[in-house]
Structures are given as C-alpha cells and as structure tokens.
C-alpha cells in the first residue's frame, strides 16, 4: 500500500485542521514514514480524529476480542492495519461481562444460570469501576461513553469483622479518634521529645485534634462523626451508642476495611460506563467493525515464520504479517506453537486466580430506604468479602447487589458449589449484616465463577514475581506480539489490558515503519 | 369540612390500600381524629400516597416561598390545608437557586449580571450537596427527582496550604505514614506499656502499618498512595518526589484538609439532583400550584389574632386561620407585628452570615483531560477557600467550576467587590493552584454575594448559643409559625429548612385537630 493512496483532501483533514497525536500516528504509518517519539505515546486522540480504516500497510490477527484484544484492533485500525479477530466465546469483551434479563450464562461442567433481571438492572459481572487516572476513561471519552461516579467509599455502608456491624463512618471515628489520644497523650508525656521539635509537636497536636476530635484533654469521647439513631435537626439528634474501649476496637480488627481505599487504585472517585461496563465493549467492536470479529474460533495452532503468521482453528487457517496473541497466558502456553520453549515457559509462569461475584436482585431497595446506603461497598471479613451496592438507578424500584465478590480460597469454594448453592450461602452472609430483609424481596441471582468460564478460566493472574519471563513477553516471539492486563501492573484492570495493547501495537508498528 | 363529605371508597383508598403514614395523617385530618405518636414524624409517603388536597381544614398563610415555606405548603397540602404563600422575590426557591445561560442576577447596590453560560451548564449558587441520610433525599424520590452523585472529596484533588499545592491522595498519604510511624515507635519503645497489653499493642502495630503503609522497620518511606507522575502500567510506573521530612509535612498544615470529609455532614457520597438543585424548588412548586405563590410581595405587617391572622402588603392584606413565616429570622424581626417584644429580641438573637460563590465557565475541562479531577474539591487556605469541580457532564465540552465558596470575613471580601474584581481575585487565586490554563479558556462567570441578595441578606445565620431564644421561637406566638434551617441544628442545609416545615405543620396540624 502507497501513500499516493491517499487523497490530498484526506491528508489535509487528518494531519492539517485536526493535527491529533492519533492522526499524525495514522498518517505516517500510511505514509511509511519514520516513527518520532511522539508515536510511541499512543495519546488518545479526541473524538472526530482522522482515521485511516482500511489503508494498512500490514495485516493482523488477533487473538482474543476481549478488551486487550479489541484495543489493539482499535488502534491500528486508526493507523491503516487490517485485523481480523479471532475469539473462541460467542461473543466479544472477555471478562468485561455485563448480564441483564434474557441473557444466558453457561459454565464449565455445570449448569447454565439464565439471567431473569428485569428492565434497567444489569450486573458487571466482570470488571466494575475505573479509577480516575486509567486509560480507560480516555476510551470512554474518546468512544463517547457517557461515565458516571461508581461510590467505591461510603461512610454509611458498614464494616462487618469478628462478628460486629458497625458503620464504616463509626469504625472510622473510633480508631482514628484512639489512634490521635495515644499519640497525642505519649507526645504530651514527652516521649516524642527526642524526635520532634516543641513547636513540630504543637503542629502534630493541633492535627491529632482535628484527626481524632479529642476533646479539650485530648480524650477521646466519641464523636459526632460517628452517626446517630436519630441525624440533629430540631434538636441535637440521638447518638448512636458510645464507643467500645481501644481495647474492643482493636480487637475488632477493622483495620482492612477503614483502609481500603487508600490505595492509589481504589481512592474516592472511581467511575463506571452509564448502563453497564459492556458499553466498552459495544462501542469498541463498533468501532473495529463487528465483520472483523470472528466467534466461536478457538485457535488450535500458531505459526511464526519468515514472512508472516499462520493461525489455524478447528475447520480454518488464517495468514497474516503478524500476529497479536491477546489470550490468557495459561490457555495461551496449551496452544501449539513455534514460538520456542522459552515462551512456553513464560506464559506458565503466572499463576491463574480464581474469582467470583454474584449478583442478587431485588424487588425494594431497602439499603436506600432503610439503611440510607447509597452506593458503596460493605467490607467483611466473611467469605464474601465485599458486598456492593449499586451507584446506579437511586430510587428506583428494583435494584442489584453484588453479593459477594471474592478470590482465590473464598472464589474456589463458592465456584466449587451450585448456583443455588452459592446464592444460598451468600445469603446467610449476608443476613449476618442486614438482618432478614437480605432474603426478603429477593427476585433473582446470578452468580459467576471466573475459573469455571471456558475459554477464559481464571479472575485474572498472578505473577509469582514480575521476573524475567514477565519483560521477556513483552517483546515479540518471531512475529507474534503478546497482550493482556496479565503483561503488566495493572492486572486485574482493563486498563492493564488496554495499556499492554498499545504497548504491543506501538512496538509493532514501529516494525513494520523500519521494515523495509 | 366533614369526614361525611368523603366517600367510603376514598378512605378505603387512602387507609386501607395504601396505608402509608402519610395517608393516614391526611385521613385523620380529614375527619377530626386525634393525633396519634406517628403523626409527629411525617414519614415521606411513597409516591402515589393518597392526597386530601382541597379537603383542608384550615387556610394557612406562609411567609417566603424558599425551601422551608415550599415544604410547609406542600405537607399541608397534602393534609388538606388551602395555603397561600407570599413570596418578596420574583420567583421561589429563596437560596435554592441555579443559574443558567439567560439568567440574570441582581444585587442590592450592585450591578446585575447577566448569566451567558452555554447550553448544559448550570451553577448551584445557594445549596450544592446532600447527604445520604437527610430528609432532602426523600424529597427527592417522593417528587421524582433524579439524583446523581456529587463528588465530595477527591483523592486526585489538591490540598493548597502554605503556599504549597499537593494533591489531596499524597497530603493524606505522608500525614498518615509519619503519624503512624511516631505512634508505632512510640509503641515499640515502651511507651505504651502502661496503657494498652501487648496483646493490644500488636494489633495497634498492624493497624499502624496499614494505615501508615510503613516499611518492616516501621518508618515511612513513602508510598505507591501518594500517586505517580506517571502510573503503574507496562512498567512500575515513574513516582512523584518524596516526601518530605516531618517537619515540613507538620509545617504545611494540610490537617483541615485532610479532615474535612470526616463530618457526618460531608462524609463520601454525598449526591445532588441532575439538572441542578433548583430541581426541589420547581418539583415543590408544581406540587404546591404554582397559583398559590404569590412573588413580589414584600410582607408589611403580622397581625395575629384570636380567630385568625392578617398579613399586609404593599397594596392588599390577607387574612388566614395560620401563619407559617418562613423568612430568615433578620429580616423578619424588622416587620412590624404584634407578635410581643420577645418574638422581636428572638429573632435578632441569630447573626447573619456572609456566604459566596463564584461560577468560572471553561470550554475546555482541563481539570479531567490534564489533571484527572473527576469532580470534587480542592481543599485551600486562600480566600476562596474551596474550589469545586463540576460532578456533572463528564467528558463534555464545557464546564463550570466554583472558584471560591466562602464564608465570613471572606465572603465579605469578595462580596463587597465588583463581579469583575471578584472573578480577578478568584482567578489569581486559582491560577496559585492550577497555573496559567485556570485563565486560559474562561468563558464566563456569575458570582453571588448572598449578603447582597434582596430578601434574604445572608448565606445563613450562627446562633450565639442555641439558647431558649432558639427554642422559644421552635414554637408558636399566636397563630403564627416560625420554619427555617435557622430554628436547627442544620443550619445552612436544605434538610434543616425542611425538618423545621415539617416541624412547625406538625404542631399546627394537632392544634386544628384538638380544636373545637
């Protein structure tokens, strides 16, 4: 493919009056010209960026259309590349699953479960939320995605550890408010005054005051911040009961949970595709071309060799200049190859995780009406580790939880037992929380044990340690390029899947500009 | 009105069928029955609740059409009340007010500004937020007025102290680290030992680590929480400089900051009305009947008397069984009435505040496409104190962020400048923060000085002490009411203006009832 392929007009529109890093990227490689630096940067370009569909100068195939996948057909799409998807699943997306009513979930070696949410309640089955800083928001922006707050930290959702509910706003207070009087109380005996100046330790006071709300003695006496039964208006409200000694609040080891959010994944806000985490999807494939994406094509061979890639399935064979292989590594390392031990030996290394959700739906949103929980999530120390609550559809009639989302040992056990079965004990779970209105008003479940969907079998993975098998997979093995949020620090997220893909299709692209 | 002139299928409707609490006040009022305990809480009905409207037993005349007049008129309406409500300003809302393109706002003294924000864009200039647990939110649901969340605290938001900008993630990330690290080498060199066991101290120690996220030796060393100049991807990602020493961590001041979502009144989530707050006041309205409010009547004279009360204005008087005044308390105590002296001295007893905020219209979010601040508040000790960013149109072209939100002597300061020094001030203000782009790109602002706002004069009022002057005028002087966020302890909110609508009906609701 020449570059005179290209009208003058589209030249004009792609690099003139739009100028985005996306059209430069686009343009040059239909141009054949040399990449800058600015290429390897893959800046999302803002929607209406020229594209150049069709005009490649090489062509791929892909492994894999779930989110790694589909954004490396994406994005060299926009640069002329023609790609042709191979996924073994009926349908694209991978583990960004979103279920609603009418949908069907098969699982390996077990029953199907069919979805009977009613209209407007779906469940992410997959991933739920990105944080502010993921790239993922830029694809949202970029596909026009509309996005709304996903309440990852609510102070009035609760904390449930060794057999105690309290609010996630009165574990808070308590253990901070003990934490600022002991050390405000060892600062006033002097113990500080080797470390500290007088005046630092008047400045650590006036901060352990406001952190604890100590009183005039730097006591802790509980605290308005706690909640109440009854919230100030007329009068100054009822307090809910004073706080246990720091002996209790140690004791109840709330630490996990008060914590959780502090990570720089997790921090208030996070955010979330209005009408399901799947819209990504949708729009992706759209924009890939739905015709590029062939399902039910579960790659039984794949072939470096000097002049291209050859990719066979059960009934076909598929040849391109390079490949891109966007597959989990433990299915990957089973497919026979003739990439080199090495690379077996790599993609076996990270270990898969099991995860599980399950999504309860309910006919009254009584964590609204009764327990003023808008969103967030309820951290436990019981199997089900988290119960969320959903940041979608407020007031509405209907509503889902998800009733537990879990990992390794606690997904292995409820993956282990019956749809039924698990529902059952996320119940009794639950119960322990809410009382008897988390089985009252039920009206349907789903649940998904990731380790038991074919063609994926696993949450996500773990690398024993990001070693040399990790750097090694992301450089190419003859012409195949390797993707996945499993190829990066982000696991878990899709923007680990999206960021390794762009580093695949940068390096890529960079070959076949050198290549002469 | 007799309980003859309801049909039997009516109160099989309202009781019965439905049964809420809500209709069985309206039932009860309806045919004259005693009050019972439940009349005193006025649960919110579902929609739908059964409704005595035009069935009232009393004509009510209320004062000032804002939040807490509107919710008088509406709970009496839907008791059966016929209630006429007498508004100064041209249109009801009182401090719920939201600005859009075509607006215009006048000021006492001042220059009006005509409003020219683009289509979409609005400013919340009065109230802004609500938590999960105010009364505000059942308003909400029962007028069907969608909500979405607002963005209360943003780790990705800045923390401006001492002439330092950090963002708020890495403010919390090393006050927390050092804090932890003095209180577990306090720990860990005895100092706790006659306060807390050692069992106890082990559990504080990993709380501390946790919390702290300090290293094996207990120091802190920094942490991933503190955010990445670029973020963990294909690579460990490229850290922000380290912290800095204790000191100069103590020295910044960042405690208020930090501490600032801690209150049960500003904890994460908190949520707003899509479209804007001014949602309550046109839902209220419509539910009220607009015919009933009568703006650009400026009240002259109370007069309560045995059978009644006559409100006067410029040009007519009117005369009702009740009156609810639900003006603030200073200007109230400036009309004449017969109320007697102490009425008087209560209601100068609450000093008005000063209360302001800016809207700085952008066309391009600069504050999502380069610093990744989806919503929230950035935290400063500048004048302007606060400033927000939008938690509504992600993503879209435009958008609007409030460049001060102040109080008192600040308000003050502000107020009393042109609305072009007071958008100068605030800009270079923001720009300590933001830099040159907080100019770039601005497209109009609108800034109010509620002080300076006709009829209302104040962005809310602080009692001295809650003292009996507060209580005394909880309660009646004649047939006239007293509602407002000033007669709670919410003052300021919207839900106190509505707990006391509630509260004040309630006690007229039981005098009609026990009256002959």
Redesign the interface.
């Known amino acids: 493919m020449e570059g005179a392929a290209l009208t003058r007009r589209g030249l004009l529109v792609g690099i003139g009056a739009v100028g985005g890093a996306g059209a430069m990227y686009a343009a040059m490689g239909a141009l054949g010209l040399a990449p800058s630096q600015q290429d390897k940067e893959f800046v999302a370009p803002a929607p209406g960026d020229f594209s150049l569909r069709g005009k490649g100068a090489a062509t791929v195939v892909i492994l894999g259309a779930g989110v790694a996948g589909l954004t490396a057909a994406y994005e060299l799409g926009k640069a002329g590349y023609d790609c042709t998807l191979l996924e073994a699943r009926n349908k694209a997306g991978g583990r960004n699953l979103t279920l609603r009513g009418g949908d069907r979930l098969p699982q390996l070696n077990g029953p199907s479960q069919e979805v009977k949410f009613g209209e407007g309640v779906y469940f992410n089955a997959g991933p739920g939320r990105i944080a502010?800083?993921?790239?993922t928001?830029d694809y949202?922006?970029e596909l026009g995605i509309?996005?709304?707050?996903f309440?990852n930290?609510?102070?009035?959702a609760y904390v449930h550890t060794s057999g105690q509910t309290v609010r996630a706003?009165t574990a808070?207070?308590d253990?901070?408010g003990y934490?600022a009087e002991?050390?405000a109380?060892?600062t006033n005996?002097g113990?500080?005054d080797k470390?500290?100046?007088k005046d630092?330790q008047e400045?650590?006071l006036?901060?352990?005051r406001?952190?604890g709300?100590l009183g005039p003695k730097l006591d802790y006496e509980g605290s308005?911040?706690?909640?109440?039964m009854k919230?100030?208006?007329?009068?100054?409200?009822t307090p809910i009961a004073p706080p246990g000694t720091?002996?209790q609040i140690?004791?109840a080891?709330t630490?996990?949970a008060?914590?959780n959010d502090?990570?720089?994944d997790q921090?208030?806000?996070m955010?979330q595709p209005v009408g399901g985490m799947d819209a990504i999807v949708a729009k992706l494939t759209e924009a890939v071309g739905e015709d590029r994406i062939r399902t039910g094509t579960k790659v039984t061979k794949i072939t470096t060799m000097a002049d291209g890639v050859e990719v066979a399935w059960d009934g076909g064979t598929i040849k391109a200049d390079y490949c891109v292989a966007a597959l989990p590594p433990h299915l990957l390392a089973k497919i026979p190859h003739n990439l080199g031990a090495q690379v077996t030996t790599a993609l076996k290394t990270p270990i898969p995780v099991a995860a599980g959700k399950i999504g309860l739906e309910y006919g009254r949103r009584w964590w609204e009406l009764e327990d003023?929980?808008?969103?967030?999530v309820t951290e436990t120390d019981l199997d089900i580790t988290h119960i969320w609550y959903p940041?979608y559809g407020?007031?509405s009639e209907r509503g889902l939880l998800v009733g537990y989302y879990n990992s390794e040992r606690n997904a292995e056990l409820y993956g282990a037992l019956t749809p039924e079965d698990r529902r059952r004990r996320a119940l009794t779970q639950g119960k322990k929380i809410h009382g008897d209105k988390y089985r009252q008003h039920l009206l349907s479940s789903v649940s998904i044990a990731w380790d038991r969907q074919e063609h994926i079998q696993g949450g996500w993975v773990r690398w024993p340690d990001?070693d040399s098998s990790f750097t090694f997979l992301?450089r190419p093995a003859g012409r195949v390029y390797f993707a996945g949020d499993w190829?990066?620090?982000?696991i878990a997220w899709q923007?680990?899947a999206m960021?390794?893909a762009r580093?695949a299709v940068t390096q890529l692209h960079q070959r076949v500009l050198q290549s002469p």
Chains 1, 2 share one sequence.
């Not at 930290?153 to 009035?156: D, Q, T, V, Y």
């Not at 919230?231 to 409200?237: E, K, M, S, V």
């Not at 190829?487 to 982000?490: I, N, Q, R």
Request: proline content about 6%; glycine content about 10%; aromatic content about 14%.
């Open positions: 502010p800083w993921m790239v928001l949202c922006r509309p996005i709304e707050t309440v930290n609510n102070a009035a706003r808070r207070a253990i901070y934490v002991l050390l109380k060892a005996v113990a500080l470390t500290i100046t630092d400045r650590l006036d901060f352990l406001r952190f709300d308005p911040r706690r909640g109440f919230y100030p208006a007329l009068d100054t409200g720091l002996h140690l004791a080891g630490g996990r008060i914590t502090f990570g720089y921090a208030t806000p955010f003023r929980i808008y969103g967030g940041s407020y007031h990001f992301q190829l990066t620090h982000l923007a680990g960021e390794s580093g």
